[in-house]
């Protein structure tokens, strides 16, 4: 099973911008899908981006347009560009991966089977 460990969060004003990255070791995760999550406290854990072994995307469409997903399979991270952040935003973040997982699934949370401890970003206004 793949580790996966997250870093980049952190406290910015809203129109800021943030870096995720996760890196994953324990497997060849260029035969993984991989995403990222978000979740706040007491609510349900939604998808944000995410991205399949051959480079499609998908996109939460309140992020489409400001997040940019990148993978780096050599070096086993996942990047999440996150430009013109907004209040809404803040959460703790979280990677994911699984070797399984569809194109029109990626943003599933109940598909992954490795997650990270994650980290948090937080937006104010």
């Known amino acids: 099973q793949v580790q996966l460990v997250e870093s980049g969060g952190g406290s910015v004003q809203a129109g800021g911008s943030l870096r995720l990255s996760c890196q994953a070791s324990?497997?060849?995760?260029?035969?993984?899908?991989m995403a990222w999550f978000r979740q706040v406290r007491g609510t349900q854990r939604e998808g944000v981006a995410g991205?399949?072994?051959?480079?499609?995307?998908r996109y939460r469409y309140t992020v489409q347009g400001r997040f940019t997903l990148s993978r780096d399979n050599d070096k086993k991270i996942l990047f999440l560009e996150m430009n013109d952040l907004k209040p809404e935003d803040t959460a703790m973040y979280y990677c994911?991966?699984?070797?399984?997982?569809?194109?029109?699934?990626?943003?599933?949370?109940?598909?992954?089977?490795?997650w990270g401890q994650g980290t948090q970003v937080t937006v104010s206004s």
């Open positions: 994911a991966a699984d070797p399984r997982v569809l194109l029109n699934s990626l943003l599933a949370p109940d598909q992954y089977d490795s």
């Open positions: 991205v399949n072994v051959r480079g499609d995307t």
């Open positions: 324990g497997a060849d995760v260029s035969s993984y899908s």
